[in-house]
């Protein structure tokens, strides 16, 4: 990183300000260090995170909400919980393949639709937040800023997205489809009977995907300085860059 040299700072404020008095050359040398060297405040700081988070939800949600964001997206497709594979698979073995599929498709359904709700439950968790280490997030490195928003308000996010999805589910009948095939397989001889929370399940697996597309964006933000598209971002990211430059 190219360093300030004070030297030739003073001569060209001395220059720049040769009619007038001695406080003014000073004045004016102050100045440009202080211009050389500008950094943010915590404000900026903070309304830059919350500007990189924003542009991640809107970008995040909208992906994931469109059809097959979640059912054709091998990062995030949501398949039967992990105690349900037994399950799962003594059901296929016993004809019942299609009843799993139908399960499979509706679950990824409902969290397309969900996602598309989302939006203004994320907006308003990363309003009311309160970063008193603002330029510590912002020079923290890739995914910072979301892993904060992850680890603090995780809780509050999923008590408001279980609504949501509960809706989903029954709107696109994964909530029945999963019942009916509940009833089948406990009809099996000598299987154990199990009754996972699908609706807790989907909502930790579609707030993983939102949270991992959010971060997604974050990360172009802070490695792609095309991505900066406001002046606040190009601010806030670029005094980002010096630091890591440092």
């Known amino acids: 990183m190219q360093k300030i040299n004070l030297f030739g700072v003073v001569l060209s404020a001395i220059f720049i300000s040769s009619c007038g008095n001695s406080s003014k050359i000073f004045s004016t040398a102050n100045d440009i260090l202080k211009n050389a060297n500008s950094g943010i ?9 919350k500007e990189a988070l924003n542009n991640g939800i809107a ?38 393949g299609g009843q799993c599929d ?28 309160t970063i008193n280490d603002a330029i510590s997030i912002v020079t923290g490195g890739d995914g910072a800023a979301t892993s904060y928003l992850k680890t603090t308000t995780t809780s509050t996010l999923t008590a408001k997205f279980q609504p949501l999805i509960k809706q ?16 089948n397989y406990n009809r099996l001889p000598g299987v154990q009977k199990i009754n996972p929370d699908l609706n807790a399940f989907v909502t930790e697996k579609a707030l993983q995907a939102l949270f991992s597309q959010i971060e997604i964006e974050e990360n172009k933000i802070r490695q792609n300085p095309l991505s900066r598209t406001t002046e606040l971002l190009k601010k806030v990211f670029n005094y980002a860059d010096l630091k890591k430059a440092k």
């Open 41 to 49: 405040t915590e404000d900026e700081a903070g309304k830059g995170i």
């Open 102 to 129: 139908k399960v499979i498709e509706s679950l990824n359904r409902g969290a397309e639709i969900a996602a598309s709700e989302a939006k203004p439950v994320f907006i308003a968790a990363i309003n009311q937040l």
């Open 168 to 183: 989903s589910l029954d709107k696109v009948q994964a909530t029945k489809y999963w019942s009916d095939i509940m009833v």
């Open 59 to 96: 970008t995040g949600t909208d992906f994931l909400s469109k059809t097959d964001g979640f059912f054709k997206n091998p990062s995030y497709k949501i398949l039967f919980p992990p105690e349900a594979l037994k399950m799962e698979n003594a059901l296929r073995n016993h004809g019942f």
